[in-house]
Every structure is written in C-alpha cells, then in structure tokens.
C-alpha cells in the first residue's frame, strides 16, 4: 500500500453530503466555521465565491470544484457583491425561485482518528479545479454526474453512494495536487521518488527496526543526503516521523481496537512493552492502559 492510501486508510477518512439544490434568485451560503475540511462542486449554472484574502470574488462555472482543508472563510453567492452583513444565509434552495440557477453539492471530509495527520496539515487553505481541468483528474467528470444522479433519483442507499463518492472525490483531489505541486514541504516528499519510498517502506512496515541508514538504503541515497533531505521537505527528522507515525497508530489501535499494549508495543516495532509505554506516555500525556479505557 502506497503511502497516501495508508494515511486515508488509517486514518479512516468519510464524506458526508450536507447540502444539494438548485439555487436561482438572490441566495448565499456559508459552511466555514465547522472546523471540518469543506467542498462545492458546482453540477450547473454559475455563482461567485467570496474569500477574505481576495478583492475581487471568482466566478464559478458547471464543473468547478473548490475544497476548503482547513474550513477557511468563505461565502458562495448569486451575486459578484458581497452580501450585506444581515442578508439571511443558508436557506434551502427555493424552487419558484428566478433567476441564473445554480446547482451545488456541498459536503465535508473529515479523518475520524487523526491525532496526527501529515497530509491534512500540508494542503493549503483551499484547492480549486476548474471544470476545463478536470481531464486531468481520473473520473472527476464522471463523479459529478454520478453525484448529480444519485441525488437526483433518491434510490435506496443513496446517502451511502453518495458519501462514497464524495470519498473517492476527495483522493482525487489529494492525487492531483500531488502530482501537480511545485513546492516544498511535505506533499513535495510524497512526490519524491526517493524520500517517498522511504515513506512509503515506513507507512508499510512500521514494526520494522528501522534506523536512518535502513531508510537511506530503501530511498537509494547516502545517510547523510537522506537526512537532510528528509529533513528539508518533512520538517520532521526521520527518527522523529517514524515515533510521530507510530504513536497516531497505536493510539488508533489502543482507543478504537482495544488492542492489548503488548500487541500494540510489538507491532510500533518495541521489543520492550516499558520502552513503548515511555515513549507513548511522553507523546500524548498520559499511557498507553489510559488510552484503552478512552474509546
């Protein structure tokens, strides 16, 4: 398993679909403040988003998608003005409404067990494709009409498919803007072929003794090149990812399986349940028999 489907898969993400309608008339949304990664993909029609950090809104058309990782401030809206300050938000669309209509799917993303999430943490305040980007996406365009059917049929199951998705539509986005990125940080290691598959070896084998010279082998480099490029685009040392890492999944383990610690400490990669315990203790605060009575 590559190193992005780890950190999805153990770190449990789900979509949920919060909002679908057609919007015509005077209208205008706001989902910040939610403390929940948010997106808004435009099925049809057109609309204006609003940022803070912009002077002038951006112009929305059928196909753009725009997420929010970090529930940064914003307003969706009929119109290129800003709406008033009492101007009422997040009505239900209105059907007799006139006007340009505007068609959105409004949802959130969120990692059910994230005491640490590397990814999350290095995406920046929001993401935007434009519809005439999507080719570059696998299935993006797809996905939007599978969104638009199955909202619009309402068949059994629908709020399942739907939030599946929205899932897979999120490990689109998180796929494309790795792939894409120009910058440092840790999205440019996940993009490294060298720091990534160290990553990938760490993520894949955590109960392996790895040392910075094992990691430097599996990356193709020399210790001290490794570190320092690890260093560099991680911000993390490769010792300290490594702890970092296992301690968000025994944590996870601990709290949600109720493993026991001795299964936990073994699979972390210590021989010594003591050793384990110390090092958990020391990074969330309290020990790994408290972690198994919190879930």
């Not at 409404?97 to 929001?126: D, M, Q």
């Not at 929205?166 to 790795?178: H, Y």
């Amino acid at each position: 398993m590559d190193v992005l489907s780890n950190i999805l898969s153990a770190l449990h993400l789900h979509a949920r679909v919060f909002s679908h309608g057609c919007y015509r008339g005077e209208w205008a949304l706001d989902t910040s403040g939610e403390k929940r990664t948010t997106f808004h993909l435009l099925i049809r029609g057109s609309c204006w988003l609003h940022l803070p950090e912009q002077k002038e809104p951006i112009a929305l058309s059928g196909g753009d998608l725009i997420v929010f990782p970090h529930d940064a401030a914003h307003i969706l809206s009929n119109s290129p003005q800003l709406p008033k300050a009492d101007f009422p938000l997040n009505l239900p669309a209105d059907p007799a409404a006139e006007g340009v209509a505007a068609t959105l799917v409004c949802g959130y993303f969120h990692f059910e067990r994230c005491a640490w999430n590397p990814l999350l943490e290095a995406l920046p305040e929001w993401i935007f494709i434009r519809y005439e980007e999507s080719n570059t996406l696998p299935l993006m365009e797809t996905l939007g009409k599978f969104l638009q059917y199955e909202l619009d049929a309402d068949n059994i199951g629908v709020d399942l498919v739907v939030d599946k998705l929205s899932e897979i539509l999120f490990i689109n986005v998180v796929r494309r803007f790795v792939k894409d990125y120009e910058g440092g940080g840790y999205i440019a290691a996940l993009a490294d072929k060298q720091i990534g598959k160290a990553l990938s070896a760490v993520h894949q084998n955590l109960q392996e003794k790895w040392s910075v010279e094992s990691l430097a082998q599996v990356a193709g480099m020399s210790r001290s090149s490794f570190a320092e490029k690890f260093v560099k685009l991680t911000g993390h040392t490769p010792m300290n990812y490594l702890t970092k890492w296992r301690m968000t999944i025994a944590q996870e383990r601990l709290v949600h399986e109720k493993e026991s610690v001795v299964a936990v400490a073994e699979a972390s990669g210590y021989q010594s349940e003591a050793a384990f315990s110390k090092t958990f203790k020391k990074h969330f605060g309290y020990g790994p028999g408290a972690a198994r009575k919190r879930g």
